[in-house]
């Protein structure tokens, strides 16, 4: 099990990057979307969720240690929430960065993660914690796709289990390899109770979030 000394509060900071993508990469058009990573301090540990697309966004990486008083070596753990690359591509430069992290996902995308950044990772599953946060194995959208929740904050990182553009909404169906097993795991972190939420794409939910999954889950 992944556990560590902590105090009873996380605070979280966001680093956000706009992706641009011109026609012909995803289809006839050109695509825009944002991504977020994630630094969860306690006390003087930090962990950051997901490293977003590439070197070029390690600056905004920086920035939100700055923000939470940190830097990379306060980095204990990298958890990787799946192994779409807006997630993992900045992890080969990060983990030179912070080498003394302990860099985790979920055992079902694993070898995707070691084979498309060349960065031996570890996996992590629903009997461990990673500094307090619960890890919570949401298949579907990628076999390993995980979610973390913090208790005492009542916050669930959602990764890309939903996300939250002008409203909550499911994952797109193209980058989702299997839709059963994705509403499934859908409905039944919906069930679980929870006050904030943090998706990957979009805005935070500050309040009444698991109601808000229950209600997408039934559209």
């Known amino acids: 099990m992944l556990t560590t000394h902590h105090p009873p509060v996380a ?22 979307f944002d991504v977020r990573a994630f630094v969860v301090r306690r006390d003087v540990d930090v ?3 997901d490293t977003l697309a590439g070197p ?5 990486i920086e920035a939100a240690l700055a923000a939470a008083d940190a830097d990379f070596s306060a980095v204990r753990y990298i958890v990787l929430t799946h192994h779409h690359p807006d997630h993992t591509g900045g992890l080969a430069e990060i983990a030179r960065r912070a080498p003394q992290a302990q860099i985790v996902c979920g055992a079902g995308d694993l070898a995707a993660i070691a084979g498309s950044t060349g960065v031996r990772v570890d996996a992590i599953g629903p009997a461990d914690t990673v500094m307090g946060l619960e890890v919570i194995d949401t298949p579907g959208h990628t076999p390993g ?8 904050s009542s916050t669930m990182l959602l990764g890309d289990l939903a996300g939250n553009r002008g409203g909550l909404e499911r994952a797109p169906a193209s980058f989702t390899a299997d839709p059963v097993q994705y509403e499934f795991t859908l409905r ?32």
Not at 20 to 30: I, K, M, Q, T, W
Not at 145 to 152: G, M, T
């Open 145 to 152: 796709h995980i979610c973390l929740f913090d208790a005492p």
């Open 47 to 49: 962990v950051l969720v």
């Open 188 to 219: 039944s972190l919906a069930e679980r109770q929870f006050t904030r939420a943090l998706p990957s794409h979009g805005d935070a939910i500050p309040d009444n979030a698991s109601n808000l999954l229950v209600q997408l889950s039934l559209r």
């Open 56 to 60: 070029r966004h390690i600056d905004l």
């Open 11 to 32: 605070q979280f900071f966001s680093a956000r990057a706009d992706i641009h993508l011109p026609a012909d990469v995803l289809g006839p058009s050109p695509v825009t």
